[in-house]
């Protein structure tokens, strides 16, 4: 049951409200110079330290999404020191990926040793070793066991994917950290219509209506 | 072949339990490489040739797997001179040369020239191969580990293990073991013994791998004669003694004195033998019950009365209580868990519940407008169940008051009530031909469908069986552990008119009874539905009966007659016995006679007692000057 177009006319729309969906965006992603641009063609001001900690988390950013985990955990603890203690999920990620750019590059002892040493106090606790919820101590070891870890049935550990995911988790936490929004408001409107349609469309669709595709309305 | 071995000296057989070795006794011989003599070769080459011999009448077992089995046997049993002389004399070796040399090596831990002697084998399956290379290289990991050689282990673990690509947890938690060894030491200790301990598991898990026909499994041939005698007392009709050893030298079959089958005699005081034909009830006998621990028994009449009596060491049957107070027959007795209370259920009427050291009534539980059909505890003994004449059923806590109902088609006036072990589910005769298992917990209901009337159900001991009687004189036992089945069918017994019940019975249960309308008892072997037994005695219906679950060898039955007999074992006693020493060659009987007219009475002839077999009704008469008629039968073999 889609919503007739013509109602959308009837809504009316701030003009800041958008700038400040558009910004909280940009800023949430770390594009600087976009922003910079945006500012200025809109007319508003932004403090100029908040462009500042958006350079250095662009840079935590790629470099964990790169898979250079330990410059990107260096410069962490430099800009936002005690996140990693807190959030010791994303400290084991992180190590994680540093580990598993040692075994791809097949630097096998400086692997282990930096496994036997870091990962000792992770040991300690069951959640990190067996699986349970998460990627385990377990399944990132076992890539030690391979010679070609890219075919062994650990592989997706070394994908893109899971950089992505680590390096967004790590940009969450750093803006929780500084007090800004972990989630833009893009993001969160997106996925409030995207929820709502299908409560809608499950309520009244019980005849074959298909579920709400976001694909399809950005198309339509 | 025998020139050969006058040649040469027997090749030297080195049995692993040796001194070197340290102890370890698994059947698996050993041939010193060096001495390979000329026999040996003879000896294969003979051996391929008696491929197909077989022994035996049946022509089912190979010569060749029979010698090699008795050889393995006498490996394990320790006689590895004799094991060795077998193989020598009778050209079959044990195992092939590849086996022995491969079981040496992984004696001597020399993993790396096992695994490539493993490949020699021909294993027709390739992934036996990498499961058994896998678990010596395992071995071979954990060796190089204890060693302290952490980048070995995992050049191990990387260069040979993975790439079997078999086990991938075990290769997961494998590479974990190496960043933490600290918890690979807490698993395993290390010295000595422990390493021998780990090898002697390294052959057993090999062994278990390769096929049978690469190495004989351990201990075969005594399995084999394990599973005959299971098979042998499985089949024995009459087994109800835990006295049997079964021996090896004859084939285990009890005789049929092992049943009850004989009205029990006792005595009294004054050494009169007095019958167990138990009297004390002025009308028809409806229901009897032993209870748990076996030391009483409860029984019901149509006079209202429910007695209690105690069974006694010596057999004795005798009144411990008259429990008055129904004013309609019981016609159901259930005994509480702890055996110290009773149930009792009116038919239609109040239940009752009564104390067995003092013989009170505790407490009569009423519904007011209904009867109860049914009662029966809970298997924590705090509540009790009942079925109701509205056909629901109700529970109660013990003074009296109703904790639950459950409403519905739950019940019809069939006197059974039956609780399963873990006292979650309930089981009644819902429909006329549908039994139903309620959980009463979770509300689920399970039934069993039976194609003709149900008149009355028993369960097993253990609960996991239910024994239903049917309209058309059939017995149906059901497994009824997870989904209902139907395991076996019992006839024979008559029954037309009124409800006949029956019971499980004898050692581990492996007998079923029933009473009958042709005044006897049936008795059933369970597994194989023969029937066994049928007692006669009672001179009305046998209503039902009960066996003593504490003796596998006495049985009660409860009559239209208003008796209660007692069934014992057929007694050859210490006089009969002497005479077949003098050797009389002579069976003698007791004789036990009732007749309608005359009160039964025992024959005293001197030193002779006779007996009658009690089966199926061979009697011929005998004059035996004495006051009263009776019909006697002796029976003699020349």
């Known amino acids: ?220 | 072949m025998g020139g050969v071995e006058d040649d040469e000296p027997p090749s030297k057989r080195v049995k692993v339990s040796s001194g070197e070795s340290g102890g370890l006794s698994n059947g698996i011989s050993v041939r010193d490489q060096g001495s390979c003599s000329i026999s040996d070769s003879m000896a294969r080459l003979l051996a391929s040739q008696e491929d197909d011999e077989v022994v035996g009448s049946r022509g089912v077992i190979k010569k060749v797997e029979l010698v090699r089995i008795i050889a393995e046997a006498l490996y394990s049993l320790g006689y590895s001179k004799t094991g060795a002389r077998l193989e020598e004399e009778s050209g079959i070796p044990l195992h092939s040369s590849l086996v022995d040399l491969f079981v040496q090596q992984i004696l001597d831990g020399q993993w790396d020239e096992s695994v490539t002697t493993l490949h020699e084998i021909d294993l027709t399956d390739e992934s036996i191969t990498k499961l058994a290379s896998f678990v010596i290289l395992e071995q071979k990991f954990f060796e190089l580990l204890d060693g302290g050689k952490l980048m070995d282990a995992l050049k191990t673990l990387r260069t040979e293990i993975a790439p079997l690509c078999v086990n991938g947890d075990r290769v997961r938690e494998l590479s974990y073991v190496i960043v933490s060894p600290s918890q690979n030491l807490l698993e395993r200790t290390s010295g000595q013994e422990s390493r021998l301990k780990s090898l002697k598991k390294l052959l057993e898990e090999l062994q278990k791998l390769l096929p049978p026909t690469v190495i004989i499994p351990e201990n075969r041939l005594v399995h084999l004669v394990e599973q005959a005698l299971d098979l042998q007392r499985d089949a024995c009709r009459f087994h109800n003694s835990s006295v049997a050893e079964m021996s090896l030298l004859t084939d285990h079959q009890c005789g049929r004195d092992r049943i009850p089958c004989q009205t029990l005699q006792g005595y009294s005081g004054l050494d009169r033998p007095s019958f167990q034909i138990l009297q004390e009830h002025s009308d028809e006998v409806w229901f009897l019950q032993f209870s748990h621990n076996g030391k009483y028994l409860a029984s019901s009449s149509g006079d209202c009365l429910v007695i209690i009596w105690e069974v006694k060491v010596n057999g004795q049957v005798s009144v411990r209580h008259r429990l008055s107070g129904h004013q309609k027959p019981v016609s159901y007795i259930s005994w509480s868990p702890d055996d110290h209370q009773l149930l009792t259920c009116g038919m239609e009427e109040t239940i009752r519940r009564w104390d067995i050291t003092s013989g009170e009534c505790l407490q009569v539980y009423e519904k007011t407008g209904l009867g109860f059909v049914s009662c029966g505890w809970a298997a924590d003994g705090k509540s009790i169940f009942s079925g109701v004449t509205d056909k629901s059923i109700s529970m109660w806590d013990l003074e009296g008051k109703e904790l639950e109902c459950w409403k519905g088609q739950r019940t019809v006036r069939i006197a059974d009530l039956g609780i399963t072990t873990d006292g979650k589910e309930l089981i009644t005769v819902c429909k006329e031909n549908t039994i139903l298992l309620f959980n009463w917990e979770t509300k689920s209901e399970k039934f069993i469908e039976e194609n003709q009337n149900i008149t009355s159900f028993a369960l097993s001991e253990d609960r996991k069986f239910l024994l239903v009687s049917l309209w058309n004189e059939e017995l149906h036992l059901w497994n009824i552990d997870d989904c209902p089945k139907l395991v076996a069918k019992y006839k024979g017994h008559k029954r037309s008119r009124y409800v006949v019940r029956s019971c499980f019975g004898g050692l581990e249960q492996s007998f079923i009874a029933s009473g009958s309308e042709d005044s006897q008892v049936y008795i059933w072997h369970r597994l194989s539905g023969e029937l066994v037994l049928t007692l006669a005695g009672h001179t009305g219906a046998v209503n039902c009966v009960s066996w003593n679950p504490a003796n596998p060898h006495m049985l009660a039955s409860a009559s239209d007659d208003r008796t209660i007999r007692i069934w014992g074992l057929n007694r050859l006693n210490d006089d009969s016995r002497e005479m077949l020493r003098r050797g009389r060659r002579c069976n003698i009987y007791y004789c036990v006679f009732a007749s309608v007219f005359f009160n039964p009475l025992n024959i005293f002839q001197n030193q002779i007692k006779f007996i009658t077999p009690i089966t199926e009704g061979t009697r011929s008469t005998k004059r035996i000057p004495l006051v009263c008629i009776c019909f006697t039968c002796y029976n003699s073999t020349q």
Not at chain 1, 155 to 179: G, M, P
């Open chain 1, 1 to 220: 049951m889609d919503a007739d177009p013509r109602q959308y006319e009837n809504i009316g729309l701030n003009e800041n409200d958008i700038h400040k969906i558009v910004k909280s965006y940009l800023v949430h992603n770390c594009f600087k110079d976009t922003l910079e641009s945006f500012i200025a063609c809109t007319g508003e001001m932004q403090p100029t330290d908040h462009l500042e900690d958006m350079e250095k988390r662009k840079r935590i950013y790629y470099f964990a999404l790169d898979g250079n985990a330990s410059k990107a955990i260096e410069l962490t603890e430099e800009f936002a020191p005690g996140l990693l203690e807190e959030n010791k999920d994303l400290h084991f990620d992180l190590l994680s990926l540093h580990f598993v750019e040692l075994v791809c590059s097949r630097k096998i002892d400086e692997a282990l040793g930096f496994a036997q040493s870091k990962f000792t106090p992770f040991g300690k606790e069951q959640k990190y070793v067996e699986k349970l919820e998460m990627l385990s101590m377990q399944d990132f070891m076992a890539l030690l066991a391979y010679e070609e870890p890219e075919k062994s049935p650990m592989f997706h550990l070394l994908s893109s994917e899971h950089r992505q995911h680590v390096a967004d988790s790590l940009n969450r936490a750093i803006l929780a950290h500084t007090k800004l929004p972990s989630y833009s408001v893009m993001e969160r409107l997106i996925q409030q219509t995207t929820v709502v349609r299908q409560c809608l469309s499950q309520e009244s669709g019980k005849d074959g209506h298909q579920p709400f595709s976001l694909k399809d309305f950005l198309k339509s």
